[in-house]
């Protein structure tokens, strides 16, 4: 059989056989121990070779904002505040240039797919949808980008963003979101949320509940609209870091609340930790929400990078291994099925949520990244940085591990 490329020693499982690929036409199209072929070769070394990383909830709109938005309070509302300025002076360009930074640092962290959520407003108008619509029609060769356009600043008191949220599905938006914490009516800002979603037969990502505060919540909401809109499966929540301060009851009543209307959790470590528990002077909770537990229900759970860069969270690698190390931190999980569990929810989970399958198998595309761990617990704990990349049978990006060199010698 003819081959485009073979992969040589790729590890399907953990620490399986290894086992050589071969790719023709951007597919796989045979599974061996050995494959004899004069094609082009690239070596997994025995590592884990997967699908890629999903990033399931990522802003490239307002990334890489700090030389023009500051937030020296490190809050919510100072952040919101801060990039409502900011989005002003937005221009298509700026937006692309800066959500293209971003997409370069991904795809050589190993991320093969991603939602990205896009502020739709009257303030800002198309100009960010415009720009990320044209990165993911240009970067198509390293990542797939599914486009999620929302009202960040409320929808019912900001007149003109639901005619503008209409055009951007008009024009190719992928699915919907919500933040109904920002309207001056958050529960109309839901059920009109799913009347689009409905009109358009799209799914819904909202921003929800991101405070600490447990005697209020927007969840309930959303479940009850998920099930009386039948949308079960098609509804995920991002934040919710209200969760994290649920005792052990009203913990375990939320997971069957959830289950009940198929709604998908996402997590956001390093822009939870760095803004929640501000009024707090010793004692800081940590405030995020414990995907591990509804990962463990049943329930589809992500975690993702969220902001890159911008007064929401000024730091950031784009790397989803770091972010899965950083939420296992926070959960204090150790064992290596719980870490597992962590690898599974910026992979195979992520993936089910924007409706892709990760499996590889003969017939399956040939998007293919080669880590340098033996085992998905491994890459967890080690933080795995990515060796090299294939997107549909072409390598996307290159990144050889160190070599070290003693007394001055490799």
Not at 157 to 164: A, H, I, R, S, V
Not at 178 to 205: H, K, N, S, W
Not at 263 to 269: G, N, Y
Not at 332 to 354: E, H, I, N
Request: aromatic share 6%; charged share 25%; net charge negative.
């Amino acid at each position: 059989m003819t081959l485009d490329l073979v992969i040589r020693a790729a590890r399907l499982e953990d620490r399986g056989p290894a086992q050589d690929i071969g790719i023709r036409d951007g597919r796989i199209v045979e599974i061996a121990p050995r494959i004899d072929t004069d094609a082009r070769a690239l070596d997994a070394r025995g590592g884990l070779v997967i699908a890629g990383f999903a990033d399931s909830h990522l802003h490239l709109d307002k990334a890489c904002l700090l030389d023009r938005a500051a937030n020296p309070a490190g809050t919510l509302k100072g952040a919101i505040e801060a990039v409502t300025a900011a989005k002003k002076d937005f221009t298509t360009e700026d937006v692309y240039c800066r959500g293209a930074r971003v997409l370069d640092r991904a795809i050589g962290q190993g991320t093969t797919l991603i939602r990205t959520q896009v502020e739709i407003d009257p303030g800002v108008g198309l100009a960010g949808f415009d720009a990320v619509r044209q990165l993911k029609a240009d970067y198509a060769w390293g990542v797939d980008v599914q486009i999620c356009v929302f009202p960040q600043e409320g929808l019912l008191n900001y007149p003109g963003t639901e005619d503008l949220l209409r055009q951007a599905l008009d024009r190719g938006a992928d699915l919907l979101g919500g933040c109904p914490y920002t309207d001056t009516d958050p529960e109309g800002q839901i059920r009109r949320l799913f009347a689009m979603a409905r009109d358009y037969y799209v799914d819904l990502d909202f921003h929800l509940d991101f405070d600490l505060d447990t005697s209020w919540r927007h969840l309930d909401w959303v479940a009850r609209e998920a099930i009386a809109h039948g949308m079960q499966g098609r509804v995920a929540i991002g934040h919710v870091t209200k969760l994290s301060m649920l005792p052990p009851d009203a913990l375990s009543d939320t997971i069957a609340l959830m289950r009940d209307a198929g709604i998908a959790l996402t997590v956001l470590p390093a822009t939870d930790l760095f803004m929640t528990g501000r009024d707090h002077d010793r004692a800081v909770p940590r405030g995020v929400a414990p995907a591990h537990r509804f990962h463990d229900a049943g329930l589809c759970c992500t975690v993702a990078t969220n902001n890159v860069l911008n007064p929401f969270t000024p730091y950031g690698d784009c790397s989803l291994p770091r972010m899965t190390n950083l939420f296992a931190n926070v959960a204090q999980l150790g064992a290596a099925q719980d870490l597992s569990a962590c690898f599974d929810m910026v992979t195979t989970a992520p993936f089910r949520l924007l409706g892709r399958d990760p499996a590889l198998r003969i017939g399956a595309e040939a998007t293919l990244v080669a880590l340098p761990c033996q085992s998905r617990a491994d890459t967890v704990a080690e933080i795995g940085r990515p060796i090299w990349g294939v997107k549909s049978g072409r390598q996307s990006f290159d990144a050889p591990q160190p070599i070290l060199c003693v007394g001055g010698r490799e």
